[in-house]
């Protein structure tokens, strides 16, 4: 599945690290190339996580009007290929009024289906999963390293989840993750009108991102998490793995301290935000702009 050429042309593209000021940006943005703007987050795609994935508010969507949130119950599975899907439906919807579809996020993985298509792999085997979940992260990389060293060179060791996916995908079909993606860069000819990650100082980011935890847990991400779980059905996989809800559902279910819970919060968030440095700097299509910090 690939994003047509002559639409991926007409669409901008922000991106960056988790607390790098995305949304701040964004809205300036928009105002000024007159756009809509296309969430490009794998967890706002989820009905009631918004304080953990920092949707926008309500002021924010009154003032420009946003796409893909709020597509799925947490109780569901939602694949990159529906992303793409239902992006590409919100980008012809966007062009039709006339104005400019501008993608804002921090998900690598969304961002290069847009820019370059994905591969439609194999559907989840939810046994095989469970069988790979019981060995630590480094002894499942070394075995994607035998079987395909080339995701295995591309992944951190610490990418559990994308780590566990390359090797189903290697299972099911016999061939390496690597051979089956599209991992060429766009061609120049059909590249976006820009495609932007701030990149912001390490020291800078470090104390925003313990800001914007304290943020949340003060605007009540731990009592979003206990009605997730009280839901019926309750959040699957996916949803649960997500960044500051699994930390919290640990302390709710798991007796963790909600101290220790919202320290690791902290520390999973700015490795997160280093992979995601990592992750858009490799990235041939992505243009740097550097953040001064003040």
């Not at 390359?166 to 051979?179: F, K, Q, R």
């Not at 793995?241 to 520390?267: F, S």
């Amino acid at each position: 599945m690939k994003f047509p050429a002559e639409l991926l042309k007409q669409c901008w593209f922000l991106t960056g690290p988790t607390a790098a000021g995305k949304t701040a940006v964004s809205l300036l943005l928009a105002e000024r190339l007159q756009a809509e703007i296309l969430s490009l987050d794998s967890m706002a795609v989820y009905r009631g996580m918004d304080i953990g994935t920092a949707k926008p508010d309500q002021a924010e969507r009154a003032t420009v009007r946003h796409h893909l949130i709020d597509l799925a119950e947490p109780y569901q599975d939602f694949s990159v290929a529906e992303y793409v899907e239902a992006a590409l439906s919100a980008v012809e919807e966007i062009l039709r009024r006339d104005r400019v579809p501008l993608f804002v996020g921090g998900t690598g993985l969304y961002l290069r289906a847009i820019l370059r298509g994905i591969f439609d792999g194999p559907p989840a085997d939810w046994e095989l999963r469970r069988r790979l979940e019981q060995h630590d992260v480094q002894t499942l990389h070394q075995q994607l390293a035998r079987v395909d060293p080339s995701t295995a060179a591309r992944l951190h060791v610490n990418d559990r989840r994308r780590v566990i996916r390359a090797l189903e995908v290697h299972a099911a079909t016999g061939i390496p993750l690597s051979d089956q993606q599209h991992n060429v860069p766009c061609p120049e000819s059909e590249r976006p009108q820009a495609v932007i990650w701030l990149e912001p100082p390490r020291d800078w980011l470090r104390e925003r991102i313990g800001r914007r935890v304290d943020q949340m847990m003060d605007q009540g991400l731990l009592n979003e998490t206990r009605g997730l779980l009280d839901a019926r059905p309750s959040p699957g996989r996916t949803a649960r793995q997500a960044l500051g809800y699994r930390e919290l559902i640990a302390h709710l279910e798991d007796g963790v301290r909600l101290e220790d819970a919202v320290e690791l919060i902290r520390v999973r968030t700015r490795q997160f935000a280093k992979r995601q440095h990592t992750w858009f700097r490799n990235l041939e299509e992505c243009q740097s702009a550097r953040v001064s910090g003040d």
